[in-house]
């Protein structure tokens, strides 16, 4: 294997095998806390497309039919976009859009639709690397692309200017970045990994269906908003014969919050990725300054329910990143504040579309301390009834669902 499926590996951990497909819906718990059949009253995430970039999405699962977009995948990254060699990127898709059709997964999103890039991620065979695209190239051509939000549910510990450039560039033609942060979270050090680390990028963390915060959640400057992760069914073997219980990780919880901005953006379809961003942060839940988010909980619990119920909710601006603290570079005008109809178009050249990549010294510090700042030798490739919700105390993180209480030690996110 290469150097680029050696350092990129999605962000999902141990499955048990055969749940049977009747049983995926009982175990997608995080629905009835998150009242997603009161939410869809409001949204089903029709209008919106997602870009799943990932190890391929299987279309022809029974919660899948339909709902992928074959033919919007741009002919040069298509290589493998429907061959799924691991069943992550499915169950990804799945976790977004899935209607539910015959037992299966029912995404957040039902009605929204999914474009399927296939990546070099590990698990990949070494004979179909040559063949397959780079993230780097997947995130631009899915920029060129009228998706609204590129699921990201990968990481590599390593800075790599061409994703960063890509991740820019996907920014400044209004597109919504959202990755997991990783599940490094043992390790106690500050290890956020990228695409979660760059800028412009939403980092996604994970809980449990009891509230604890996922002891693997990596933590780190760059964790934006938690959202499920433990225990969710999806797929463990490429056959697709039958879901495997207890899907864990900070990929599913990416899944998760792509459904829950594809809901917003379909009821709003003018609004902007910023807009989108804002009304996420704002409604997110927690019991700490809005302005002082944290290294394990970022902003907050996601409840775009508290969007949804309220036809009147005012997002803000539509080109003030409410992320510019921590995208911003001195002396830069941020690509997310400047509308896509005045930036550059897809054939210009990445110095001339958006502001020049980070030397990485900047980015590495959120991902890895700033030791991993080289590049690869190749492309490395709630809510009311008291569920769901986050309280930090002064002294400690607490994450309290039902009664259960779980303790963090409490760090603030550098400036």
């Given at each position: 294997m290469s150097a680029v499926a050696g350092a990129l590996a999605a962000v999902s951990v141990a499955l048990a095998p055969h749940a049977a497909a009747s049983d995926a819906q009982s175990e997608q718990w995080y629905l009835q806390p998150m009242q997603a059949e009161q939410m869809w009253k409001h949204s089903t995430g029709k209008g919106v497309k997602v870009a799943v970039i990932d190890t391929g999405v299987n279309p022809h699962t029974g919660s899948l039919e339909g709902q992928v977009l074959v033919d919007e995948v741009p002919k040069t990254v298509a290589y493998g976009a429907t061959d799924d060699y691991t069943g992550h990127g499915t169950s990804i898709a799945e976790l977004i859009a899935g209607t539910g059709a015959n037992g299966g997964v029912r995404g957040l999103a039902p009605e929204a639709k999914i474009i399927p890039y296939r990546i070099r991620l590990n698990g990949l065979a070494r004979a179909e690397e040559k063949k397959t695209v780079t993230p780097a190239e997947a995130i631009r051509a899915a920029a060129d692309t009228d998706a609204k939000i590129i699921n990201m549910s990968f990481r590599s510990p390593y800075y790599n200017p061409d994703v960063e450039e890509a991740v820019i560039y996907a920014a400044s033609k209004g597109k919504m970045l959202i990755a997991g942060v990783g599940n490094d979270g043992d390790t106690g050090e500050d290890n956020i990994?990228?695409?979660?680390?760059?800028?412009?990028?939403?980092?996604?963390?994970?809980?449990?269906?009891?509230?604890?915060?996922?002891?693997?959640?990596?933590?780190?400057?760059?964790?934006?908003?938690?959202?499920?992760?433990?225990?969710?069914?999806g797929y463990c073997r490429p056959s697709f014969e039958s879901y495997c219980h207890g899907l864990e990780g900070t990929s599913a919880s990416t899944a998760i919050a792509s459904g829950s901005a594809a809901l917003i953006w379909s009821a709003h379809p003018d609004w902007t990725a910023n807009q989108v961003t804002r009304a996420l942060i704002d409604t997110a839940s927690r019991n700490w300054p809005k302005d002082k988010p944290t290294q394990h909980a970022g902003y907050g619990t996601i409840r775009p329910r508290k969007v949804l119920e309220n036809p009147n909710y005012d997002a803000g601006p539509a080109y003030s990143d409410p992320l510019a603290k921590w995208n911003s570079k001195k002396g830069e005008k941020l690509v997310t504040e400047i509308p896509p109809a005045s930036a550059a178009s897809p054939s210009a050249t990445a110095s001339s579309q958006a502001p020049e990549a980070s030397s990485g010294a900047d980015k590495a510090a959120a991902g890895s301390k700033g030791e991993k700042t080289e590049k690869a030798a190749a492309e490395s490739s709630g809510d009311d009834n008291s569920t769901l919700w986050i309280a930090l105390g002064a002294a400690a993180a607490v994450v309290v669902v039902g009664g259960g209480v779980f303790a963090l030690l409490r760090a603030r996110r550098a400036t």
């Open positions: 990994g990228y695409p979660a680390a760059a800028r412009y990028v939403v980092g996604v963390s994970s809980m449990s269906k009891e509230g604890d915060l996922s002891e693997f959640s990596s933590i780190g400057n760059y964790v934006d908003l938690v959202a499920p992760g433990e225990g969710i069914p």
